[in-house]
């Protein structure tokens, strides 16, 4: 059964930086392209970031372009998103997600979903 666990997130102030964990088990981790997005309260779910199978192309979302880097550690089975200059905007549930075809910024697209860890920015 496949499963995504994320760690990492917490309380941060305004500037500081988090580093999330993205934990993958039971499907082939380093076949599949994989994804952050977030939900803030009263929010839909949005795109955050993406990197395809291997690590070498990745994308953002405007918002946090310059600010947020996604990475993969295939050995490891691992998905992180270095999270610097955080603004009070970012706070959300953050996700991490695994597609089967390729990078994709539609959360509809995704097969596997882990459960969310809260970030929040105070000013």
């Known amino acids: 059964q496949a499963q995504l666990v994320e760690s990492g997130g917490g309380l941060v102030q305004a500037g500081g930086s988090l580093r999330l964990s993205c934990a993958g088990s039971?499907?082939?981790?380093?076949?599949?392209?994989m994804g952050w997005f977030r939900q803030a309260p009263g929010k839909e779910r949005e795109f955050v970031a993406a990197i395809n199978w291997s690590g070498a192309i990745t994308y953002y979302a405007d918002s946090v372009k310059g600010r947020f880097t996604i990475s993969r550690d295939n050995a490891k089975n691992t998905l992180y998103l270095q999270m610097n200059s955080l603004k009070p905007e970012d706070t959300a549930v953050y996700y991490c997600?695994?597609?089967?075809?390729?990078?994709?910024?539609?959360?509809?697209?995704?097969?596997?979903w882990g459960q969310g860890t809260q970030v929040t920015v105070s000013s």
């Open positions: 997600a695994a597609r089967l075809r390729g990078t994709s910024d539609s959360p509809r697209t995704y097969n596997y």
């Open positions: 039971g499907f082939s981790f380093s076949t599949f392209a």
